[in-house]
């Protein structure tokens, strides 16, 4: 059984930067396309990052140049370094494994294709 655990959440300030990790146990990712997700109350999850099993990075616009995914595959552990981080960027982020080597496409149905999610880690930004 496949199961995410994050931290590294918080509260900053705007402009501040926190690095997230999220440790896979009952697989290996270096397989698979894993991602990172937010959420806010009364919002729909989002992609935020995605990597695939190459190693290949991609971003939604938003945080294009202030985010970046990266992953230890020895580790089995996927992380987000998010720096000059916004009030916008408040919400609760979601690790995420997809069963797939590539990461599909950043869409509104990209979350439906989630193999498995963690159990978040709550961002604050103040500004």
């Known amino acids: 059984q496949v199961q995410l655990v994050e931290s590294g959440g918080g509260s900053v300030q705007a402009g501040g930067s926190l690095r997230l990790a999220c440790v896979v146990s009952g697989d290996t990712i270096n397989n698979y396309c894993m991602g990172w997700f937010r959420q806010v109350p009364g919002k729909e999850r989002e992609g935020v990052a995605t990597?695939?099993?190459?190693?290949?990075?991609n971003y939604v616009e938003s945080v294009k140049g202030r985010f970046t995914i990266s992953k230890d595959n020895a580790e089995d552990t996927l992380y987000l370094q998010m720096n000059n981080l916004q009030a916008g960027d408040t919400a609760m982020y979601y690790c995420?494994?997809?069963?797939?080597?590539?990461?599909?496409?950043?869409?509104?149905?990209?979350?439906?294709?989630?193999?498995?999610w963690g159990q978040g880690t709550q961002v604050t930004v103040s500004s």
């Open positions: 995420a494994i997809y069963f797939s080597r590539r990461c599909p496409a950043f869409a509104a149905t990209m979350r439906l294709q989630v193999f498995t």
């Open positions: 990597i695939d099993s190459a190693g290949d990075p």
